[in-house]
C-alpha cells in the first residue's frame, strides 16, 4: 500500500507522546484522523488508565467532540485493550472548550466564591432589563466633573448597552486624562470664496451655536455637524480639532462600560447564571488565582486543540495555563517562563482556515503558534496531503492561492497542497456567462435583478449537465457555496423553478422557525394557559386562518373574550373555533402527555394544517411534527406533564434548530462558506463571484476590534475611527475573503464549479467592483482575463463518457433506509415502551434543577461531598494509612471546609483500613480496587440499570466483592439506622445490579465520613429490599432508588 508523502510527519503526531504540537492541516488532510491516531497511541502507552482521564479533546462543536469520541472508542474496540484503558477512555472529555470551562467553574468555582451551581443563559432580555433598572447610577467610576461631562455627549442607555455588547471580552481601561479644552480658532479662520458654495459658512455656523450651548447649562449635546464633503479639506481639520475631545469621550465610555460590565457579570452570579463568555472569562480568572490555578494543573490535563485558528485569545489562554506545572505563575505567552509540559499541549489548526477575524484573532494564534515551537518541548509539524481534491482541483487550488496567500501585510502563508496516492482526475468546470445573452438591451438593472438572471441560468445548466456530468452519485452530493445567507434564497428560488430539489443549510435556524414547530408548541401553551389571549389569538390567526378584521370585530375591544378555560355557546366562526379549542383542553385533562399531544395534533388537524403549506419552502413538516411527538413521548418517560413539556418547548424556541427534515432528502445543499468549513460534497459551485459584496453597516456606538493588536476600541461615529484604524479593518476583511474563498473552492472532492459572471456584474467601464470576490481571486485585477482557463474547462469539454468511479461510501457502516411514515408513527407511538435508563445513585455530581433554589450553605455541602469523591477516588489501598494521610494533607488546602473535613477525617481514619469487612478484602494479593465503577444491567425488555458506584473491591480467587457508597451526610450515630433506611434502595439496586453482572457473593454497605465507619447491610436485608422494589411501577421504582437523604442529615 502506498503510503501519503507527509506519513513520517502524520506518525510523529502519533506516537511522540512527550512533545508539545501545533500541526497546520491543510484542507482535507485528514486532522481528525490524526488526533484519533495520538489518542490510541496513549491508550497503548504502559500508563494509559492514568493518561486518559485526564486527557481532554476540546473540539469547536459538540457534534465535532461527539464524532472524534465515538470514531476513537470504536477504534479502541477493535484493538481489544485492557478493560481498565477502556474504563479510563470513558473519564476522558471530548468537548467544547464552554464545557471545559464550566467543569472547571464545579469543581473550583469556590475559589472565586462563585455560587454552584451555575446554569446557563443564552437569551438575557429580561435579565437585563431587570439589571437594568436597579442601576441607578453609572460612572462611579469617575470623577463628578468628568462623568457630567460625558454624560452631555453620551447619554446613559448608550453607555449600558456598551457594556452589554461588550459581553464579557477584555475591554482595556484607559487612564483617563482631564477633558481637553477647545480650540476652533482656525476653524472659524478658513473661508468659502471661490468655493461655489456656503457650506463652510453653514459648518461655522453650527460650530458658534454648538460652542454657545456647550458654555451653557445644556445637559446633553448632540455634536455639531460638518457641512463639506467628506474629502474636503476643511472636513480634514474639523475632525483633526475635534479629535481628542471625540478620544477623551471614548476613553471615558470604555471606563463605564468596564464598570457596568463587571456590575453585570456580578448581578448574573448572584443569580447562579453565567454566559457563554463568562464561562471562558472565570475559567481564566481562576488559572490567575493563585491557589486554584496550582490545583487545577496538579490535574495533569492533557490538551490536545482541535480548529486553532477558530480559538479566542481568553480561550487559548486557559488551555495553555492549565497545562503548565503547578509552580508556574504569571502567563506564560507574556514570560515565556514554565510553558505546557511535555506531551500536555497539542493543537491542530489552519491559518489557510481562518475566517472569523472578529472573534478569533488571527495574530495571537500565530502568538501561540511561534511560542509553541520556541519552546524546547514543541515543535511544528505540517500536514500537506489532501485526502479530499482530486487532481485538477488542487492543481487550481495550488495555482490560484499561491500568490494570493502571500505571507505578506498580515496574510497568511500558503501551504502547497499535495495528492494523495491512488489520486482521481477531478474536474475544474468554469462557466462563463456572457452579457449580451442573458441582460436586456439599453436597461439598467439593480444588483438583485442581476443576480436572479444568474441564479436562472445557473438552475437551467445545472438541470441540464446533471449528475453525470457533475460526478456525484445524487443531488445531495451537490452543494452551491454563497458568502452570504441571502443570496441563497435566490439561488434556491431558481432551482425550484426548474424542477430540481432543494434543501437550504442555515447557520442561524432556530425551532422556532418550523411552523410544526411554532404551532405545536402554541397550541400546547394554550392548553395548560387557557387564559393567555395573546396566544389564543395567535393559534386563530395562524393556524386557523382567522383575519384580522374578523378577530377585532369579536374581541368588541376586549381581550377576556379570547379565551378557552370553559366551554361556550359558539354563534360565529372565531367563537365556534374557541368552542372546540376548549372541548380539546377538557377532554386533554387527566391525560398521559404522549396521549394529550396525539389528541390536540388529531383534533385540531395540525397535521393537515401544515401539510397545506409549501414543502418546496418548509421541507417535510409531517416528519418534523413526528419527531417532536416522539420528543413527547421520551418526556413523558422521564415523568413530564403537558405544561412542562410546554414550557420546555418555549425555552427552546429560539435554540439552533437540531434537525430539519427536506421535503427530499435527495436534495441540492445551498449553504453559507462560513458553514461549509468541516464538510465535504462530491460537486461544489461557487456563483455569484462577480457581485459586489456589501459589508453590513455598523451599529453605533459600536466596539471596533483592532487587527493590529485584537484592542477593542468605542466608537460612536465613523469619526471615531482613525485612518490606519480603517485601512487596517478593511485589508483584514480583505484578507479574510480571501480564505474564506479557500475554504469555499476546497470543499469539492470530485468537481468544482466557478461562475465566471464579471460581464453580469462589471460597471460600464468593465471593471469588477471592488469587493467583488472574483477581484480576490485574481490578485485584485479589474477584470478577468482567462487566469482560470489552464486549470479548468467549460461544460462542454467534459466528455459525455469520461472516467467516473462509482465512489465507495467513506462512512463507516451500512447505509439505513429512510423510514416510512407508518413505520414513524409505529415508533412514535411505542417511544413511551422504550428501554427505561434507571440510575440508582443518589450522589449526583450534576446537580439537579431543584439544588438552585438551595441556600449557600447546601451548596457549601454539595462542593463538600465533591470534595470526599474526590479523595476516595485517588485514595490508594494497597498503600495503606500513611498513604492516605499523606493524599489528605495534599488535598486538604482545596477542601470547602476544612474544619470539618479534619474532624470527618479523624473519625474516618480510625476504621478506613481496619473495618473488619474492608480489612479482609485489603489482606489478598487477589484483590482489585476500582473508583467510579461504571456498570449497566438489563434488568429486564423495558428497564435497565445504570450507573457508578463510588468503590468497589473485587477478590475474584474467592469469588467476593465489596461496594462501597461514601456518604458525607452531618449524621449522629443516634440516627444511623433511619439513614441506613433511607439509602436501602439504592445499596440494593447497586447489590443487585452486580451481583447479576458478575455472579460473585455481593456484600454493600455505607461508610459515612460523620460517623467514621462502614454501615454494611446483610444480604438478607438487601434481598427483602430488592424483592419490594421489582413489584414496583417503573416510575416508583426509579423514585425509590433516587432518593436523596432529607434535610435533616
Sequence with gaps: MVKPRDECVRARFASELDRNFSVVASAGSGKTTAITERILSIARSPNAAEILPRLVVVTFTNRAA????????????????????????????????????????????????????????????????????????????????????????????????????????????????????????????????????????????????????????????????????????????????????????????????????????????????????????????????????????????????????????????????????????????????????????CMVGDFQQSIYWQRADLNYY???????????????????????????????????????????????????????????????????????????????????????????????????????????????????????????????????????????????????????????????????????AYEIVGVLREIFGASDHDLAVFSEGQKARFRIAEIVSATGRISSVLHMLAEIRQRAEGLALFDAVTLIIEQTQLRERLLLLPATEFGDLARELDALVAQAAEAEANRMILAEFAEQLRNDFASPRAVRFSADDNAIQLITSHKAKGSEWQAVIVPFLARELRLPSPRYPDFVKSPVNGELIIAFAKQDKSKDLKDAIERAQQQELERLLYVATTRARHTLVVVLDQEIFSNSEGKLPRTAQLRRLIRDKDSYSGEFDRHSSTIDEVLEASQTVRHASQKNGAEIEPLTSPELKRAAKRASEFVRKITPSALDSEVTAEVRARSRLDNLATLYGRWWHKFFERLDWKGGIDSAQKLFEKQLPISPDAKATVKDWNATRRNLFSDASIARFLASDETLFHAEFPFSWRRNDRSVLEGLIDSIMINRKNGRCLLLDWKTNDVSSSDAEIFRARYRPQL??????????????????????????????????????????????????????????????
Design 66 to 345: 461527539d464524532e472524534m469520541q465515538q470514531r476513537t472508542r470504536q477504534a479502541l474496540l477493535e484493538q481489544h485493550l485492557r478493560q481498565e484503558v477502556q474504563t479510563a477512555f470513558n473519564r476522558a472529555f471530548f468537548g467544547t472548550i464552554h464545557s471545559f470551562c464550566m467543569k472547571l467553574l464545579t469543581d473550583f468555582g469556590h475559589y472565586l466564591g462563585l455560587p454552584a451551581p451555575l446554569e446557563l443563559v443564552e437569551g438575557d432580555d429580561d435579565l437585563w432589563q431587570e439589571f437594568a433598572q436597579n442601576q441607578t447610577r453609572i460612572g462611579r467610576s469617575l470623577g463628578d466633573k468628568d462623568r457630567t461631562m460625558l454624560l452631555r455627549f453620551v447619554q446613559a442607555r448608550d453607555l449600558m448597552e456598551l457594556a452589554r455588547r461588550a459581553r464579557s471580552a477584555v475591554l482595556h481601561v484607559p487612564g483617563l486624562s482631564p477633558c481637553p479644552p477647545l480650540d476652533f480658532a482656525e476653524i472659524y479662520s478658513q473661508s468659502d470664496k471661490e468655493k461655489g458654495n456656503d457650506n463652510i459658512s453653514k459648518s461655522q455656523a453650527e460650530l458658534r451655536e454648538w460652542e454657545t450651548r456647550h458654555a451653557g447649562d445644556w445637559e446633553y449635546l448632540r455634536w455639531p455637524v460638518c457641512f463639506t464633503a467628506g474629502n474636503a479639506k476643511f472636513t480634514q481639520l474639523w475632525q483633526q480639532k475635534f479629535a481628542p475631545l471625540r478620544h477623551w469621550v471614548c476613553d471615558a465610555a470604555t471606563c463605564v462600560a468596564v464598570e457596568v460590565q463587571r456590575d453585570y457579570l456580578n448581578f448574573r452570579l448572584d443569580h447562579g447564571l453565567v454566559t457563554y463568555g463568562d464561562q471562558i472569562a472565570l475559567a481564566e480568572e481562576l488559572l490567575q488565582h493563585p491557589v486554584a490555578a496550582q490545583r487545577i494543573r496538579e490535574e495533569s490535563f492533557r490538551v490536545i486543540l482541535d480548529e486553532a485558528q477558530d480559538t479566542e485569545p481568553l480561550q487559548f489562554s486557559v488551555l495553555l495555563e492549565a497545562t503548565r506545572p503547578p509552580e508556574a505563575k504569571g502567563l506564560w505567552l507574556q514570560d515565556r517562563h514554565l510553558g505546557p509540559r511535555p506531551g500536555h499541549f
Design 366 to 532: 500565530r502568538a501561540v503558534h511561534e511560542a509553541l515551537i520556541a519552546d524546547k518541548n514543541g515543535e511544528s509539524l505540517e500536514f500537506a496531503v489532501t485526502f479530499r481534491l482530486d487532481q485538477k482541483q488542487l492543481d487550481f487550488v495550488n495555482e490560484t492561492f499561491r500568490e494570493i496567500l502571500n505571507n505578506k501585510d498580515g496574510q497568511v502563508r500558503f501551504v502547497e497542497l499535495q495528492p494523495r496516492p491512488g489520486i482521481l482526475p477531478g474536474k475544474v468546470i468554469r462557466v462563463p456567462l456572457a452579457a449580451k445573452e442573458l441582460l436586456p438591451e439599453e436597461k439598467k438593472l439593480k444588483d438583485y435583478q442581476k443576480a436572479r438572471i444568474e441564479a436562472d441560468y445557473l438552475a437551467r445548466w445545472i438541470k441540464d449537465a446533471g449528475l453525470k456530468k457533475l460526478s456525484a452519485d445524487s443531488w445531495r452530493e451537490v452543494a452551491i457555496l454563497c458568502p452570504r445567507k441571502a443570496w441563497l434564497q435566490t439561488t434556491a428560488a431558481a432551482l425550484r423553478r426548474v424542477g430540481l430539489p432543494v434543501a437550504i443549510q442555515s447557520e442561524r435556524d432556530v425551532n422556532g422557525d418550523s411552523p410544526a414547530y411554532a404551532w405545536l408548541t402554541a397550541l400546547l401553551t394554550i392548553m395548560t394557559d387557557p387564559l393567555n
Design 988 to 1049: 440494593a439496586a447497586y447489590w443487585k445490579a452486580v451481583g447479576e453482572i458478575t455472579g460473585l457473593e455481593v456484600e454493600a454497605g455505607l461508610f459515612s465520613t460523620a460517623l467514621g465507619r462502614l454501615l454494611l447491610y446483610s444480604a438478607e436485608e438487601l434481598q427483602t429490599e430488592w424483592h419490594r422494589l421489582e413489584q414496583l411501577p417503573p416510575g416508583r421504582l426509579e423514585d425509590e432508588i433516587r432518593l436523596v437523604a432529607p434535610d435533616g442529615f
